[in-house]
């Protein structure tokens, strides 16, 4: 049983635009939910997270929104730059963030210049 | 060091031999985690340590698969009786405990030949 399901796997988008990744879960039990970059070789980092009292969080040019009743939340990337090419993770997790992550299947995003 | 540290970074054993794989977590990090990134599955969470006990051992595939955390610090993981299955890249995040963001070592890439 795939908890969160993550799309789309791939994403283009030109330097300047928009990137949006979404994401969805089953599980009622997750309370926080982070978004990971990874790039080749290294291990995922921490950009962005978020806990179901709110609705949305912007840091940067990186925002999360998040709809618990539809229990879904998206990652919006703007302003995308050739350095935010890279794959990028949802992930969720009981416990206010304690237990271990349930990770998305990953997008890999390519921001042409 | 600043941040997780993981050794040896890359791996190869022959089917069947044991492997230890080691995190060193950030300082003053109580939680610990395991997760294994592959190619067919994703990111899978192994096992987290709070302190020395492992409260969550429930994504460890099999029982050739066994963690311990000594002295609220180093971590190991060891699989036995290595199979081809096992070859994915291992990756250790820590964080401070109660729900604050997990921090991710680059991972050791284990080869089964």
């Known amino acids: 049983q795939q908890q969160v399901k993550q799309s789309p796997q791939s994403l283009i988008v030109q330097k300047g635009g928009i990137s949006i990744i979404n994401c969805a879960y089953e599980n009622t039990a997750f309370d926080y939910f982070p978004w990971y970059q990874q790039f080749p070789g290294k291990g995922p980092a921490l950009l962005i997270a978020i806990r179901p009292d709110v609705s949305e969080k912007k840091e940067g040019r990186f925002t999360i929104s998040f709809n618990k009743s539809a229990k879904q939340f998206s990652l919006h990337i703007m302003d995308s730059q050739p350095g935010d090419s890279a794959t990028y993770f949802c992930?969720?997790?009981?416990?206010?963030?304690?237990?271990?992550?349930?990770f998305g299947k990953g997008t890999h995003l390519i921001i042409q210049p | 060091g600043a941040g997780v540290s993981q050794s040896p970074s890359n791996k190869v054993t022959e089917k069947g031999k044991d492997v230890e794989l080691r995190c060193d977590p950030i300082?003053?990090?109580?939680?610990l985690y395991w997760y294994r990134q592959s190619l067919g599955q994703g990111l899978e969470f192994l096992i987290y340590?709070?302190?020395?006990?492992?409260?969550?051992k429930s994504g460890l595939p099999s029982d050739r698969f066994s963690a311990e955390r000594t002295g609220g610090s180093v971590s190991t993981l060891t699989i036995q009786r290595t199979q081809q299955e096992d070859s994915a890249v291992y990756l250790c995040a820590s964080s401070l405990g109660g729900g604050q963001p997990q921090h991710f070592g680059d991972g050791t890439r284990l080869s089964i030949l």
């Open positions: 992930a969720a997790s009981p416990g206010g963030g304690a237990d271990g992550l349930t």
């Open positions: 300082s003053g990090h109580t939680a």
């Open positions: 340590f709070q302190g020395n006990s492992a409260p969550d």
